[in-house]
């Protein structure tokens, strides 16, 4: 992996929009427990189910949020840029 490709992945305004474009649709498509959305989210965008660590911190980030989009927004771009989206085992 290049640097670049984080950078691209971090900073793009267009990786950006799909992470605002995918959390609305999530959002409208899926609704529940967050541990279960939080899974949802997973298997969306890596293919895989989060271990505990992660379900902990995305739980403890979407209870902090003071909008629950603006969170997932975010969560999503994160998975976007993680080092999972960019590698398939």
Same mark, same amino acid.
């Given at each position: 992996?290049?640097?670049g490709?984080? $950078?691209? %992945?971090?900073?793009? @305004?267009?990786?950006? /929009?799909? *992470? ?7 959002? !409208? +498509? ?8 939080i899974?949802?989210?997973w298997? $969306?965008? %890596?293919?895989?189910? @989060?271990?505990?660590? /992660?379900? *902990?911190?995305m ?5 902090? !949020? +003071? ?11 994160g ?11």
């Amino acid at each position: 992996v290049l640097p670049g490709q984080a $950078l691209y %992945l971090m900073n793009s @305004p267009f990786v950006r /929009e799909q *992470a605002n474009r995918t959390a609305a649709v999530f959002l !409208a +498509e899926y609704s529940g427990e967050s541990r279960d959305m939080i899974q949802e989210a997973w298997m $969306l965008v %890596l293919g895989r189910e @989060p271990n505990g660590e /992660e379900i *902990a911190l995305m739980s403890e980030w979407l209870a902090s !949020a +003071e909008s629950e989009e603006e969170a997932w927004v975010a969560a999503f771009h994160g998975l976007f840029g993680s080092i999972d989206f960019r590698f398939v085992d």
